[in-house]
């Protein structure tokens, strides 16, 4: 076992398909708003049910912006937002949080647009439901295998969602 089988182990984002990297539907400068609950240890650290507000943030989350900065998205939020930062490789190769640390820069989001992909191993609630479903092999959506994928890069157990508006 190496030392960062240790470390916590973040929440990770596979982005197939977010259109709104390409025009530039993109907020960086924004700060996290203070009564945001997506900023619990128990939201970004994988087997955590903290309710502390941790520094790292886990991409994946889906959040919108208003006057106060970033906050959890609900069912009435008019443009959602996908958290994407690169992933860190920190410590030793083979070792990648796909973290943003809070203390050292801003979150990055992207503008979710209607017939956007991604995996991830985190799991939505239901206030994004009829918003972001959730795709697989018995879907139909396709006649090949890509919504019968079942697992990150690395080997992750993840799900497939798309973002239908």
Do not use: C
Request: glycine share 8%; aromatic share 10%; hydrophobic share 40%.
């Amino acid at each position: 076992m190496a030392i960062y089988d240790y470390l916590p182990k973040y929440y990770q984002l596979e982005a197939n398909n977010l259109k709104g990297l390409q025009p530039g539907f993109v907020v960086a400068q924004m700060e996290v708003a203070s009564t945001a609950t997506f900023v619990q240890a128990g939201k970004n650290i994988l087997n955590s049910t903290s309710t502390d507000k941790s520094k790292m943030i886990a991409n994946g989350h889906i959040v919108t912006i208003s006057a106060d900065g970033i906050i959890d998205a609900g069912s009435d939020a008019k443009s959602l937002f996908i958290v994407y930062n690169e992933p860190l490789n920190t410590i030793v190769d083979g070792a990648k949080f796909y973290a943003t640390n809070l203390d050292e820069e801003n979150l990055r989001l992207v503008q979710l647009i209607p017939g956007d992909e991604w995996m991830t191993d985190m799991v939505y609630g239901s206030e994004l439901a009829g918003r972001i479903v959730e795709v697989n092999a018995s879907s139909g959506m396709s006649k090949d295998d890509w919504f019968g994928v079942t697992t990150l890069a690395d080997g992750t157990s993840a799900k497939h969602y798309m973002f239908i508006g």
